[in-house]
């Protein structure tokens, strides 16, 4: 049976690494780096994430900025903001929490940032360096994802990988940064024919769709690597929830050489890759 990938305990080394680079940086250059976050609205599950975002900042030594606006900001005023916060030489990295409300155009407030503090990865400069295999700032799941495969894996050239899900935030630079490592590459979406067959040829299966459970365990490869992305929070008889992934785990535990849980697999990674995106731009600009 598979061996259990421990994001959790991976992304507080890779925090703990972070935390030192950082306190490199702020002797080198007498300021810490600085990351600001912007949520506009008041979206439960967004408060959450730009709150442990804060706090994760926070303890790794860096400054941490946050805006949190009205849902009713009109798209000028928050493109005012971000325009301001590129011009701050204290800020390093800016994120702005998705989804924003429907009023404001996402893809022109992200092609605001400077690509230079795109923290998140998702400016299209950078989204172009990526799939060019050049050097810039890398979508904050997949580059976890992508440390956690190689850790298991070791060199993937060669190797067979399916990612299932098509999103600019996750299976779109998933696929880019497995073909960069020289893998051989599928990208499954909700049009493919027959994911079946197609995951029953990965080594490497990489699911990003947030449908609970939809890779069956049979479909596994055995001995194959399976990074659960997808977060989906299901209703308990009890009245409570528990989160489960996009993969059958116990399923596919059985037949996979490695996997991850949810929670606690690629999960932590994302807010570590945050901050280690952040300390990466903060030595660029330096
Ligand atoms: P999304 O909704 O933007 O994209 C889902 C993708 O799944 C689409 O490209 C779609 O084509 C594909 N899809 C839908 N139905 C399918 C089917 N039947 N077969 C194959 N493909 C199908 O979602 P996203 O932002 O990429 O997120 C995916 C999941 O990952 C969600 O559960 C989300 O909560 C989770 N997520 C987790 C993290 C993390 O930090 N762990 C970060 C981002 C997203």
Redesign the pocket.
Same mark, same amino acid.
């Given at each position: 049976s598979a061996q259990l990938i421990d994001g959790k305990a991976r992304a507080a080394a890779l925090r703990a690494e972070v935390a030192q680079g950082v306190a490199a940086f702020t002797a080198a250059h007498g300021r810490a780096p600085g990351l600001t976050v912007v949520l506009v609205g008041d979206d439960p599950a967004s408060a959450v994430y730009v709150g442990s975002k804060g706090k994760a900042t926070r303890e790794a030594g860096m400054v941490s900025g946050e805006y949190r606006l009205p849902a009713d900001t009109a798209e000028a005023d928050l493109l005012a903001l971000i325009a301001q916060l590129n011009a701050d030489p204290a800020v390093d990295g800016i994120l702005v929490q998705m989804p924003l409300p429907r009023h404001i155009d996402s893809d022109r407030v992200i092609a605001a940032i400077d690509p230079a503090k795109d923290v998140d990865g998702l400016h299209p400069v950078n989204t172009g360096l990526l799939v060019s295999g050049r050097k810039g700032l890398v979508p904050c799941?997949p580059s976890g994802c992508m440390l956690l495969i190689t850790e298991a894996m070791g060199n993937i050239a060669g190797a067979e990988a399916v990612v299932?899900?098509?999103?600019i935030? &996750? +299976?779109k630079p998933m696929a880019a940064l497995l073909t960069n490592a020289s893998a051989t590459v599928t990208l499954?979406?909700?049009r493919?024919r027959d994911?079946a067959a197609h995951v029953a040829r990965a080594d490497i299966v990489v699911a990003?769709?947030?449908?609970p459970n939809?890779v069956q365990g049979d479909w596994i490869k055995p001995g194959a690597c399976v990074i659960d &992305? +997808?977060?989906?929070r299901i209703a308990l008889p009890d009245g409570k929830s528990r989160l489960i992934g996009?993969v059958d785990f116990a399923a596919a535990a059985s037949r996979a050489g490695w996997i991850t849980p949810v929670p606690g697999g690629?999960?932590p990674m994302?807010i570590a890759c945050l901050l280690a995106n952040t300390l990466a731009a903060a030595h660029a600009r330096a």
């Open positions: 799941t299932i899900g098509r999103s935030l &996750v +299976g499954a979406h909700s493919t994911l990003a769709v947030g449908i939809m &992305v +997808g977060i989906n996009d690629v999960g994302t």
